[in-house]
């Protein structure tokens, strides 16, 4: 079941209904970064009077915060032992909705992702008595299994090999912002977040290079997939991990992304709205859209907006995901008629050539994201286009900076 809504352009007149066409204002140089005290209004009207409209930026309720004096850091909660033996521990109001990796993540700072998948997929974390998978979610009050657990034993940085230092310096180039508890990474496409079958290169394993001199290491916060380049959060701490998990789980993050697509999509600012099920075949997964109650299936927003288009056949399109559920983007575009340029899992238009000079590489980018950070103000980032994605601009004339019109859309 879908919904597409269409909304009237707003009449011109006054400021507050000025027509989108020929706005020119700039968009958040690549890699830019900022850090404030305040957020932009994000009242549910917005979403009444966002199509059509070419809002100002966020007013900033007080002076960027110089990240090199950060303000005095709380004591951080000591982390949890790790168990030497089997134990049972109850999920508190804090951890609902969290993953179950993420929970142990949280619990016990250290632990390696191949370290959890596998006490997963050997059936001895179990929920409620039942065996659990990694991305299961639990509710307050779940009795969680945990089985004795043993931390990787932690690399001095000063003893790193030179293949582990060439990992740290290649991930330092990748920075867009870092403090003493947050990084946001550039992750170049085609470099896989986390690992699976086949797969020995990945952000999460190259995170094991940076571990401090307490043996903690970074962690992720959010995914992004293999093919999607941009912004990747990461926390470099337990209390940033949790404080920025939360934030993601109550919906505080704000996410932009821009991708090319086939054909240009009417009406050019709207709403998608489904139900997605995840769909297994014998070669590989995919999300299908689905109806209210099916099996497995969750619900998903996204709203987008065209920026600017190239003959009619494309269309640079900013996208602002209001849920997080996988592919979500890439399955909501080739829902409507206009999948995203390169994507081998939702391209499926028949008869359709990609344009000379372009790479059939996916063509989508996590622009920016925008999110409370742990210790007050706001982390702001901005990745520029991956070199791919430059080369078809550059083809095609779209130019980079104009005014991106998704910026006022509903927060929900």
């Avoid at 009242?43 to 966020?58: D, H, I």
């Avoid at 929920?127 to 004795?148: M, T």
């Amino acid at each position: 079941m879908s919904r597409r809504v269409r909304r009237p352009l707003a009449k011109s007149g006054g400021r507050g209904s000025e027509r989108l066409k020929g706005a020119s204002a700039k968009a958040a140089g690549p890699g830019k970064v900022t850090r404030s005290s305040g957020r932009g209004e994000a009242e549910r009207s917005a979403g009444e009077r966002w199509q059509g409209t070419r809002p100002g930026k966020p007013p900033r309720a007080g002076a960027p915060r110089n990240s090199d004096h950060p303000a005095e850091k709380p004591a951080e909660p000591a982390p949890a032992p790790l168990p030497t033996k089997v134990q049972t521990v109850a999920v508190s109001a804090d951890e609902a909705n969290m993953r179950v990796d993420r929970f142990l993540e949280a619990r016990f700072p250290g632990l390696s992702f191949s370290h959890i998948q596998r006490i997963v997929r050997k059936g001895e974390l179990r929920v409620n008595g039942r065996r659990a998978d990694s991305k299961d979610r639990l509710d307050e009050g779940d009795k969680v299994r945990i089985p004795p657990l043993k931390l990787d034993t932690p690399k001095a940085a000063a003893g790193l090999s030179e293949a582990d230092t060439k990992i740290r310096d290649e991930l330092r180039k990748m920075v867009l912002f870092e403090d003493a508890d947050v990084m946001v990474l550039n992750k170049p496409a085609g470099l896989a977040v986390q690992g699976g079958s086949g797969l020995s290169r990945h952000i999460d394993g190259m995170l094991e290079t940076m571990r401090d001199a307490k043996g903690q290491r970074p962690r992720l916060v959010h995914r992004l997939d293999r093919e999607t380049a941009g912004c990747l959060l990461i926390a470099k701490t337990r209390f940033a991990a949790t404080a920025l998990t939360g934030a993601f789980r109550h919906r505080s993050a704000r996410k932009i992304y821009w991708a090319l697509v086939a054909g240009v999509p009417k009406p050019k600012q709207g709403r998608i709205s489904t139900y997605l099920a995840k769909e297994e075949n014998e070669e590989e997964s995919i999300m299908r859209v689905a109806a209210h109650g099916d099996e497995g299936a969750s619900h998903a927003v996204t709203y987008y907006a065209v920026v600017e288009t190239s003959a009619q056949k494309l269309a640079w399109v900013s996208l602002k995901p209001v849920t997080g559920r996988t592919h979500q983007l890439r399955a909501h575009m080739a829902h409507i008629g206009h999948a995203i340029i390169g994507d081998s899992k939702y391209f499926n238009k028949e008869n359709w050539r990609l344009p000379g000079g372009l790479q059939n590489r996916l063509h989508l980018l996590a622009r920016r994201i925008v999110i409370p950070h742990p210790r007050g103000g706001v982390i702001d980032a901005s990745a520029p286009l991956p070199p791919h994605m430059l080369q078809s601009w550059n083809l095609l004339g779209l130019e980079a900076d104009r005014f991106d019109p998704i910026e006022n859309a509903p927060e929900e």
